[in-house]
């Protein structure tokens, strides 16, 4: 079961233009909400992150959006660059329990120049 | 600054042999993981551990057995090798509490 999911498998993104992934998860014990990015070749690395208790969080070009009622978070990234053509991984977690992390099945973008 | 270090990067197995996945953090993080990363599915929990000596199990741990003498070193155990197993595995660590998992480059491992 899986237990945050992730929409859309693939996008494709003008330059410029603003690519958003979104996610929805089931358990409300889930209080840390991070992204991460990995490239080709190598591990996932940190991107932003989120806590429940804001509805908004935005590094640079990067924005977490979350809906606590929907229990959905996305990700915008605004002026999209042929750089970020990564594959992009949702997850949630709960403290105290290991810090065990549930990821969504990854989304893989593609930015044309 | 290394960081997470796994070692091998590629293995090739025939079915029914055993290996070890190597992993070393230098970062003096007490929590560490063992994912793998398969096409479509995202990644998976294998095992994880709170400290040395201390170790759990993940969402898919069949298969596999961990240990963790040490801070530093968190190596994970294939027994016998099935083409299940066939798979990206990525270890990972994190400082207590923090959130962010710092990931090696990962091993890829196929079983033939």
């Known amino acids: 079961q899986q237990q945050v999911k992730q929409s859309p498998q693939s996008l494709i993104v003008q330059k410029g233009g603003i690519s958003i992934i979104n996610c929805a998860y089931e358990?409300?014990?889930?209080?840390?909400f991070p992204w991460y990015q990995q490239f080709p070749g190598k591990g996932p690395a940190l991107l932003i992150a989120?806590?429940?208790?804001?509805s908004e969080k935005k590094e640079g070009r990067f924005t977490i959006s979350f809906n606590k009622s929907a229990k959905q978070f996305s990700l915008h990234i605004m002026d999209s660059q042929p750089g970020d053509s990564a594959t992009y991984f949702c997850?949630?977690?709960?403290?105290?329990?290991?810090?065990?992390?549930?990821f969504g099945t990854g989304t893989s973008l593609t930015v044309i120049p | 600054n290394a960081g997470v270090t796994q070692t091998p990067k590629f293995r090739i197995l025939k079915i029914g042999q055993s290996m070890t996945l190597q992993c070393t953090q230098d970062?003096?993080?007490?929590?560490m993981y063992w994912y793998r990363q398969d096409p479509g599915m995202g990644l998976k929990l294998i095992y994880y551990?709170?400290?040395?000596?201390?170790?759990d199990k993940g969402e898919v741990p069949n298969g596999y057995n961990v240990s963790r003498s040490t801070t530093e070193d968190f190596p994970l155990r294939l027994e016998l090798a099935a083409p299940s197993q066939t798979s990206v595995y990525f270890c990972?660590?994190?400082?207590?509490?923090?959130?962010?998992?710092?990931f090696g480059e990962g091993s890829r491992l196929t079983v033939l």
């Open positions: 990972a660590s994190s400082a207590d509490f923090t959130g962010e998992l710092f």
């Open positions: 358990n409300t014990a889930f209080d840390y």
């Open positions: 989120i806590r429940p208790d804001v």
């Open positions: 997850a949630a977690s709960r403290k105290y329990t290991g810090n065990q992390f549930y």
């Open positions: 970062m003096n993080h007490n929590y």
């Open positions: 551990s709170v400290g040395a000596g201390i170790t």
